[in-house]
């Protein structure tokens, strides 16, 4: 018995040996991030998370880090979700800005519909990462959808000249009631459910909406005749990190995890897009027609769009803070419209 398990001891000796040459096959300390999302996992943010986010942070970082859905808003109501993430008990948040009152310059982002990439090269990105660290203890990422708010016309409506909006009443919500406003139109507050029926009796002419497909799950292409595009502003998300977990990566890792980061933010741009453009497809095949703006009503919308919403959602909540990320933001309009 004595020479078996002296000739076991050599063998565990050999192995513990053998593994220390070889290095490679020695298991990595893998940093599983535990998310919590306002929304469920049919939601198409998360879906992006597990099937875009995910797999590239996991390719970038060589496996060391990962990504865990482990509750949404039946767990923690989304207004409440940033305590028990500085407290530890998540990783990761992901939500909206709106839901958390953290850092208002956020919507900062929604002014343009611009990838990831241009965002951080304009300087955008980081001064609201930077916001977000200061005001909220947290690590900040953006989650930017490839697609805006679009709006929807009864078929009443003249669409021969849209440069303007004179005499109509449209559904809103807050973040578009500038802009509405500035171009003429009269803002009414209503939820999305509600709307179809209002715009079926005529009490609006029209309705926007955050994205394509929200209006396609409303119906609204039922009582509905015509889509005007392209889209308003950009619609975003953001990946909130406990700002312990974020500093404990290191560098090395940290920057791993960006360029990450990065490679799926340009995925998720284009994936959302197309998700829309076949969401219109199917509502145009069931009668919508798509009115395309001309170039001048196209520049006349945007250039509305970002002085009225960058006053109302950006500036008017930071006099101080405010006029220098609207600045950053211009970079990036300035960029789109060069093509550069």
């Known amino acids: ?203 609006v002419d029209g309705a926007i909406g955050g994205s394509i497909d929200f209006a396609e799950n409303l119906s609204w292409n039922e009582v509905t005749e015509y889509i005007v595009m392209p889209e308003l502003g950009a619609t975003v998300a953001n990946f909130l990190i406990n700002i312990d977990v974020w500093n404990s990566m290191g560098a090395d890792l940290q920057k791993k995890f960006e360029e990450g980061f990065a490679k799926a933010s340009a995925e998720h741009f284009t994936y959302s897009a197309e998700q829309q453009k076949e969401s219109l497809e199917r509502m145009k095949a069931e009668g919508l027609q798509v009115v395309e703006l001309t170039a001048a009503q196209k520049k006349a919308w945007a250039d509305a769009w970002f002085e009225a919403t960058s006053q109302s959602t950006v500036i008017s909540r930071d006099a101080v803070e405010g006029p220098k990320v609207v600045e950053l933001a211009a970079c990036v309009k300035q960029k789109l419209e060069s093509g550069s």
């Not at 016309?153 to 109509?168: A, E, H, Y």
């Open 1 to 203: 018995m004595r020479k078996v398990l002296l000739g076991f001891a050599l063998l565990v000796s050999l192995a513990g040996v053998l593994a220390g040459c070889g290095g490679s096959d020695e298991p990595k300390e893998v940093m599983t991030l535990r998310v919590l999302s306002a929304w469920d996992q049919n939601n198409t943010s998360v879906k992006s998370m597990l099937n875009i986010y995910k797999p590239a942070i996991e390719e970038a970082t060589d496996g060391r880090v990962t990504l865990e859905y482990v509750a949404g808003p039946e767990t923690v109501p989304i207004f409440e979700q940033v305590e028990p993430l500085k407290q530890g008990i998540f990783d990761m948040v992901l939500q909206t800005d709106g839901y958390n009152q953290i850092n208002a310059l956020a919507a900062a982002l929604n002014l343009n519909l611009a990838p990831y990439s241009v965002a951080k090269e304009c300087g955008v990105v980081d001064f609201i990462d930077n916001r977000y660290q200061t005001l909220g203890g947290v690590k900040y990422f953006p989650q930017i959808h490839g697609f805006g708010n679009v709006l929807l016309l009864r078929s009443d409506v003249n669409v021969s000249d849209l440069t303007r909006l004179d005499g109509l009443t449209l559904r809103t919500y807050p973040t578009v009631d500038a802009w509405v406003k500035n171009r003429g139109a009269e803002p009414v507050a209503m939820s999305g459910g509600d709307a179809y029926t209002a715009l079926d009796r005529g009490v």
